[in-house]
């Protein structure tokens, strides 16, 4: 009588890391993801802001993508903050960011970063902002009215006024721009 054995396969996740370790956080819209970002970054979770892939899309939104293996306990912060997502992806092929997320330029007297589609330039010899330009979100008009003519360093910071993607564009410029201006 033959003897069948079951012939092993071989170890496909041997060399190769297949488990998934991140995931994504999916919202209404983007000031709730504005407003997650701030509960988790306080709270000393490793999160980042991207925008979702194009299979989960719905125009001018944003995701936040997490550590997967913390899944509960960011759900149950955000719950407890009253901003649940709707739904929790997880990730598991890399996500795609930016390679040039912003872009300085250089005028002489005034320099401008851009992220994304918003802009943001000062003059250099007093830091004073003298323009913001770029998207089309509502809340644009009246960032620039709160931001124009005031240093960097007496100017509100455009996530604690904005709520859009262009005011979280705006203010990644920001940031960069203090990055490479203040001390």
Known sequence: MPVFSRKKEPDRN???K???DRGILVFE???????????LKKSGWSVNVMGPPPEIQR????V???PLIEELNILRELRNAGIPPLTVV???APLLKPVDLFHTKDFGAYLMVRAAN???TVAKEDLKIVNISGGGCPDVPYLAWQM?????????RPRDLGHTLCGYALELAYEELRQKCLP
Request: charged share 30%; hydrophobic share 35%; glycine share 6%.
């Open 148 to 156: 124009v003519g005031k240093t960097l360093e007496e100017a509100p």
């Open 59 to 62: 125009g001018c939104d944003l």
């Open 90 to 92: 997880p990730v598991t």
């Open 118 to 120: 918003m802009k943001i």
């Open 14 to 16: 041997k060399n190769e």
């Open 29 to 39: 819209n983007t000031s709730e993801v504005i407003q997650a970002e701030n509960i």
């Open 64 to 66: 936040i993508e997490f």
């Open 18 to 20: 297949r488990s998934v």
